[in-house]
């Protein structure tokens, strides 16, 4: 069971946000509600939640200064962060290394639903990574710096997760001082040999999951794979484990960018040949053989909008055409864009425009 922290000043967005998680079906528990950042911090330590939902306008400290702070503090929390639509874009960039998804308000039941799930994947991803597959708990005999060790372990996979490239980089600099400073030098050939074997294990399942081919990372370079790599000091291997990640993380961005701006194209040449079909996000998914949560989410980042506004919007504009230049039946309109029920046809046209399709035809 996963546990969810709301954050928002206004009372009835909270409220609408309980009312729209599907938690028994996701396995989640709302825990708590904060009021601002500042309420916010003090319940995340209180609680410690899984996962936080949290608008960015509040007094106090607000969404972007609470951010920063969760990224500091607690860089394994998943974050949803909720939005207007005048400070979207600006909001994206600000707090693009950290969020899982970033939602517009007012919020879409199935995008805070697919938001959801992808964090409790990453989350189960992260507790499957910590699992016996690469854990090796007996590198340190002292155990005080094993615990740093795995602290520090569990978190360059939560931001391989992530893909936040910048953020494993530091954290390996953190554990790479750990290990200068700890007693683990009367014995260093021996903990590298285990440390690079952990860490490579890790990168190597990583990489898999990932569809990258790990022993491409390895070409050009006289790095071994096993536990009888031979380093000649903590400065020497961690320059060679944080190249691997970083290009680990280089290599699976760009496979993502190539196949995901591949298949928004033909997504959207598929929906302006067939929107007056009867489509919807759920056929879409079928036809290009991905979930529904994956289309939409990766929709939505590259075209700005959500998969299902862009079909209405398809639809409404040839509406228009259609009412206003073709003096088409409004019966007709409907079924040319899409719409067996001429009466919900009314309703989304009115909702988009303001006005029903009478009226438009009476201006004209």
Sequence with gaps: MFNILIIDDEPWSRQVVRALGEWERLEMNVIGEAEDGTEGLRRIEELKPHIVITDMRMPGLDGVGLLKAMNERYPAL??????????????????????????????????????????????????????????????????????????????????????????????????????????????????????????????????????????????????????????????????????????????????????????????????????????????????FFVSKEHLSRVFKSQQGENLSDYIIRKRMEKARELIVEQKMAIKHVAQLTGYADVAYFYRVFKKFFGQTPGDLRKED
């Design 78 to 287: 998943k974050i949803i962060v909720m939005s207007g639509y005048d400070d979207f874009i600006y909001l994206k960039q600000a707090i693009r290394s950290r969020a899982v998804e970033y939602l517009l308000k007012p919020i879409d039941q199935g995008e805070l639903n697919a938001a959801l799930a992808e964090c409790a994947q990453e989350l189960r991803q992260v507790n499957k990574g910590a699992g016996p597959s690469w854990r090796t708990p007996f590198i340190f005999a002292d155990a005080a710096t094993l615990e740093q060790y795995l602290a520090y372990r569990q978190r360059v996979y939560g931001y391989l997760l992530e893909l936040n490239k910048q953020a494993v980089l530091e954290t390996l600099s953190r554990l790479e001082e750990l290990l200068h400073s700890s007693s683990a030098n009367r014995e260093e050939g021996n903990i590298l040999s285990k440390v690079g074997h952990d860490f490579m294990l890790m990168l190597e399942e990583f990489t898999t999951e990932n569809e990258v081919d790990f022993n491409s990372l390895w070409s050009d370079r006289n790095v071994a794979r096993n536990a009888s790599v031979d380093w000649g000091s903590v400065s020497e291997a961690f320059h060679d484990i944080k190249k691997l990640y970083e290009e680990a993380v280089d290599a699976i961005e760009a496979n993502r960018r190539n196949r995901l701006r591949l298949d928004i194209a033909e997504v959207q040449s598929h929906i302006d040949r067939h929107y007056q079909d009867q489509i919807s996000l759920d056929t879409v998914a079928q036809r």
